[in-house]
């Protein structure tokens, strides 16, 4: 079964700085998606940045991007010039490429944002 | 604005009663889904519903009973909940099921009394 594991369960980050959000996950399969969803305190989950398994080009959407190591099955999250906008809850997901209705998300990690 | 709307977005109800969630997408999409969000848990999906059909069921207790009438729309019918079911239920909606990104409403906060 896969598994996702957020290892951080708080990170602060003052107000223009860069923090990293740090994701792993455990697959036997070779061909996946990896997401970041942001859960802000309106509860709504927003994708944030989505990574194909088999494009090795690390995906970058404004100022977040990741860094996507597969052999190691790590999935970062970075956040340039931090915006008090991007306090939430970060749950990073999995999902198999074939048949793949399942997200398996991990436990979150909350973001605080220093002005 | 994800196009995805659920109601009510709270509710307190007793371990008797009977009520129904509610969840909307106005994004075209074929594939709609619940989850459940306890506190301190991951998000746990319950059910898919593909094209009216439903396609998983993640052993959800009887108690919670799916109902998708059409493909824009997705209830949850609850009843004899316990207090263990209060959580943030999540719907959400993708192109398909297989589809790599779904898009999620706002939530509902039930409190099972």
Request: some cysteine; overall charge positive; hydrophobic content about 30%.
């Amino acid at each position: 079964a896969q598994t996702v594991t957020q290892s951080q369960p708080e990170m602060s980050v003052q107000e223009a700085e860069t923090v990293t959000l740090s994701c792993t996950y455990d697959t036997s399969e070779s061909d996946y998606y990896l997401f970041w969803y942001k859960q802000p305190p309106s509860r709504q989950m927003i994708l944030v940045i989505r990574q194909e398994a088999y494009k090795q080009q690390n995906a970058t959407e404004n100022r977040f991007s990741v860094n996507f190591q597969k052999a190691a099955k790590s999935f970062s999250l970075k956040i340039s010039d931090s915006q008090l906008g991007d306090a939430a809850m970060y749950f990073c997901a999995y999902r198999r490429r074939e048949y793949g209705n399942k997200l398996v998300f991990g436990a979150g990690t909350i973001l605080r944002v220093k002005s | 604005e994800t196009g995805v709307t659920q109601t009510p977005r709270h509710l307190v109800m007793g371990m008797t009663n009977k009520k129904s969630l509610k969840c909307e997408q106005h994004l075209g999409h074929n594939a709609m889904y619940w989850y459940k969000q306890s506190a301190k848990k991951p998000l746990e999906l319950m059910f898919v519903y593909s094209l009216e059909e439903r396609v998983e069921n993640n052993s959800v207790p009887s108690r919670f009973s799916p109902e998708c009438p059409n493909s824009s729309h997705l209830f949850l019918h609850l009843h004899t909940l316990q207090p263990e079911d209060s959580a943030l239920y999540l719907c959400a909606s993708s192109p398909g099921p297989g589809a790599d990104t779904q898009y999620f409403g706002p939530g509902t906060r039930l409190t099972v009394l």
